[in-house]
């Protein structure tokens, strides 16, 4: 069985996609697997880590040579199915494995599905979704296979205090882990910092914060950290995540499909700031934790310095309310995602 799978350009396609990929291998160890991704450099760099093969196509949509580029791979590969998790990358991958006679599967990680899958639904065999409630925006609810968001499987739950250990970090300080995704967020980064700004000396000496900063602004949140004299570890990027999540106590992070899928994963609580953009669909996926009571949903316009303090003291104060949120983010994981999606995705191929 041959597998080509189309992630690319966010974290958020490429490490479902991957989870799915490393089940697919448990269950049917012959398979064969490629990845097509984008050329910017977090797919390069993601999917040389993973060794897996691959191949890349442009990320400035030149759509006519990104054809002729993946019907090149298609010839040369020669697929059973063709996956596709969505964005740019899927298009050209999926139309055309059509078109030749391959079996398709996309897969939609957000509550929303993006213009891509909404379009690539109609041609493709069978469409995975990660909740239950994206059924109603697809026409074709025969072909809806409910598997959920697959995190990875480097993921794993490790004891607290073993965790923060090794991070070097104080067992009896709150510990907040602060991600805007896979780039890091600026925003958050700056809202952050300015909101320990705003506390005297005394009150941030109950927080310790674990930083995923991005490259772009690793250097002034290091150097932010240290002249607040707050007890920090700050990474521009991670890939050995379990240990981070594992010695949280509360998460403040975009609305990711990913991130929301590791968050519930580890049953943490989380502030939740949605990426702005409607187009990303970040909203609708924090409000489904915060309908539910899983995370407190902040608009970006909303946060101030003092507001995120106030979530943050009273958050510190109130455990009952955190492990109520714990419990209920947890409630919402679907831990066999990995499993389910790699099964449908067997299945289809057999089908071709």
């Known amino acids: 069985m041959k597998v080509l799978i189309a992630a690319g350009s966010s974290g958020g396609h490429i490490y479902p996609a991957i989870a799915a990929a490393f089940k697919i291998k448990e269950l049917s160890p012959g398979a064969e697997i490629f990845f097509l991704g984008s050329k910017k450099g977090l797919d390069i760099k993601i999917l040389k880590n993973e060794g897996y093969r691959f191949d890349t196509i442009s990320a400035d949509r030149s759509i006519f040579r990104d054809l002729i580029s993946v019907f090149m791979i298609l010839r040369r590969f020669r697929p059973d199915v063709v996956v596709g998790f969505g964005g740019y990358v899927s298009f050209p991958a999926l139309v055309l494995a059509k078109t030749m006679g391959v079996s398709t599967f996309i897969h939609e990680q957000n509550l929303i599905p993006g213009m891509a899958n909404k379009?690539?639904?109609?041609?493709?065999?069978?469409v995975g979704?990660?909740?239950k409630e994206t059924k109603k925006y697809f026409l074709?609810?025969?072909?809806?296979?409910?598997?959920?968001?697959?995190v990875r499987a480097s993921l794993v739950r490790l004891n607290k205090n073993e965790a923060l250990r090794r991070l070097d970090l104080d067992e009896q300080r709150f510990t907040i882990f602060v991600m805007g995704g896979s780039q890091g967020a600026h925003f958050i980064n700056d809202a952050v910092i300015d909101t320990l700004k705003n506390m005297s000396g005394a009150e941030r000496g109950y927080y310790q914060f674990i930083h995923l900063s991005g490259a772009k602004d690793f250097d002034f949140v290091k150097s932010s950290y240290e002249s607040l004299n707050v007890k920090s570890r700050v990474f521009s990027f991670c890939d050995s995540?379990?240990?981070?999540?594992?010695a949280a106590d509360l998460i403040i992070s975009r609305a990711g499909a990913s991130s929301i899928a590791e968050i519930t994963f580890f049953g943490l609580p989380s502030i939740l700031v949605p990426y702005p953009s409607a187009k990303v669909h970040q909203l609708e996926n924090a409000k489904f934790?915060?309908?539910?009571?899983a995370a407190i949903v902040v608009d970006q316009r909303s946060l101030s310095a003092g507001y995120l303090k106030q979530i943050m003291v009273s958050l510190l104060r109130d455990r009952q309310r955190l492990k109520l949120m714990a419990a209920n983010a947890a409630g919402l994981s679907v831990p066999d995602a990995a499993n389910r999606l790699a099964r449908e995705i067997i299945d289809n191929a057999a089908k071709g």
């Open 241 to 246: 995540m379990s240990g981070i999540y594992s």
């Open 129 to 131: 979704v990660s909740f």
């Open 289 to 293: 934790l915060g309908d539910r009571e």
């Open 119 to 126: 379009v690539l639904s109609g041609i493709s065999d069978a």
């Open 140 to 150: 074709r609810k025969s072909r809806i296979r409910e598997t959920g968001n697959p």
